[in-house]
């Protein structure tokens, strides 16, 4: 991906970082390639990724097992964060990670498959 286009996508994560719950908001590809990235420091937005994809990956080896198609998004809570991951157009992941407030009362989820 050339660097204006990276740039680009990381300006529209710009936004999800405004609300203070938000720890980081990232651009991945299905196999957890880190894409654009707006996170604190003290996330490994490259790492995270890593790991979301191979989340996505069990979901949609779950879907099959289930007889479904694909995940429309995945979330999780974890204990002191949630995160949602949710299509976002050309192939690409949103990952939303920060406070259940914020995430889960801020945010809502249309339609779409991961």
């Not at 080896?61 to 949710?86: C, D, K």
């Amino acid at each position: 991906m050339n660097d204006d286009r990276a740039d680009a996508l990381a300006s529209q994560l710009a936004p999800y970082r405004e609300h203070p719950g938000v720890k980081a908001a990232l651009l991945i590809s299905r196999d957890g390639f880190l894409v654009a990235a707006a996170a604190d420091e003290s996330v490994n937005a490259e790492a995270v990724a890593a790991q979301l994809g191979a989340v996505v990956d069990v979901a949609a080896r779950l879907a099959g097992e289930l007889g479904q198609e694909a995940a429309t998004y995945i979330t999780f809570e974890l204990s002191a964060l949630n995160a949602v991951l949710s299509p976002f157009g050309d192939g690409l992941l949103l990952a939303l990670i920060g406070t259940p407030d914020v995430i889960t009362l801020q945010y809502g989820f249309a339609g779409g498959r991961v």
